[in-house]
C-alpha cells in the first residue's frame, strides 16, 4: 500500500514475500522502515515507530509472559513509544486491544498522537462483511459512514481484509495525498506469502496449503478461510 501511495520504503516482515527483491526484506529509503515487530521476549519495545498498528492483543508466548496482564502491559509501554504527534491505527474488534487502547488515551491527546480505530462492527474506519467475489474476497470501507474504497483480495480470509484495511489507513496517514485507486489495485495484484495459506498444489485431488498458523486463533481464522 505505500509503496502504491509513491513512498519507497524499507521492509522487513517475518516471512518471505515474492514481491520482494530479498525474501522478507525489500531495500528502500533510508528514511522509511516498516518493520513487522516481535513482542517476543520484549523486542518490540527497542523501536520508537511514528506509525503503529496494532492487530490483536492475545496472550502469547507463556516463557517469557507469565500472564495477560503483563502481555497487555508491554503493548502498554510500546504505544507510549509512538513518537508525538504520531499515529496509532488498532482493531477495535479485537477486546483486549480496545481495553489496551483507551487505558492510555488522556497520554495521547496530551502528546498529539493520533488515535484511528478499524473494524468490521466499530471504530472510525469500517469495512463490510467480506464477499467471495469471482474468486477475490472483497468488502468496502467507510469512514463516517460514507464509503471511499472497495477492496478485493486475491488472499484469502477476513483477517486479510483486516490486514489489508489496516495498511491502506496506515499508508494514508503517511500520503494523505495517497491515490486509493492506485492502492486497491496494488492490493488485488498482492500474491500472497510464504507459508500464510500459501497453495502448494494438489494431492489426490485435493489442494495442499501450508500456513504457519500455530496460535488457535490463527488456525481458526484460517480454516474460516478455507
Not at 526484506?25 to 517476543?40: A, N, R
Not at 492483543?57 to 502498554?76: C, G, K, V
Amino acid at each position: 500500500a505505500l509503496m502504491a501511495a509513491g513512498a519507497e520504503p524499507t521492509v522487513v516482515v517475518g516471512t518471505k514475500c515474492s514481491v520482494f527483491s530479498d525474501g522478507n526484506l525489500q531495500i528502500g529509503s533510508p528514511d522509511l522502515l516498516v518493520l513487522e515487530g516481535d513482542e517476543y521476549r520484549r523486542h518490540v519495545l527497542e523501536y520508537q515507530p511514528t506509525i503503529l498498528v496494532l492487530n490483536n492483543i492475545e496472550y502469547d508466548h507463556p516463557d517469557a509472559f507469565p500472564d495477560m496482564q503483563s502481555y497487555a502491559n508491554m503493548f502498554r509501554e510500546l504505544i507510549e513509544l509512538v513518537r508525538d504527534r504520531g499515529v496509532i491505527i488498532f482493531n477495535a474488534d479485537d477486546d483486549a486491544c480496545a481495553k489496551v487502547m483507551e487505558s492510555s488515551l488522556a497520554s495521547l491527546k496530551e502528546r498529539g498522537v493520533g488515535v484511528i480505530s478499524v473494524g468490521r462492527d466499530k471504530g472510525l474506519i469500517r469495512f463490510s462483511e467480506p464477499a467471495v467475489e469471482d474468486g477475490l474476497w472483497v468488502s468496502r470501507l467507510k469512514a463516517l459512514e460514507s464509503e471511499y474504497l472497495e477492496v478485493r483480495l486475491r488472499v484469502p480470509g477476513e483477517m486479510n481484509i483486516r490486514n489489508a484495511v489496516m495498511a491502506v489507513t496506515a499508508a494514508v496517514a503517511y500520503r494523505d495525498d495517497a491515490n486509493l485507486g492506485d492502492i486497491a489495485r496494488a492490493l488485488e495484484e498482492f500474491p500472497g506469502c510464504w507459508r500464510r495459506f500459501e497453495r502448494l498444489g494438489t494431492f489426490n485431488g485435493a489442494d495442499v496449503f501450508s500456513d504457519y498458523g500455530h496460535h488457535p486463533t490463527a488456525i481458526r481464522e484460517t480454516l474460516k478461510a478455507a
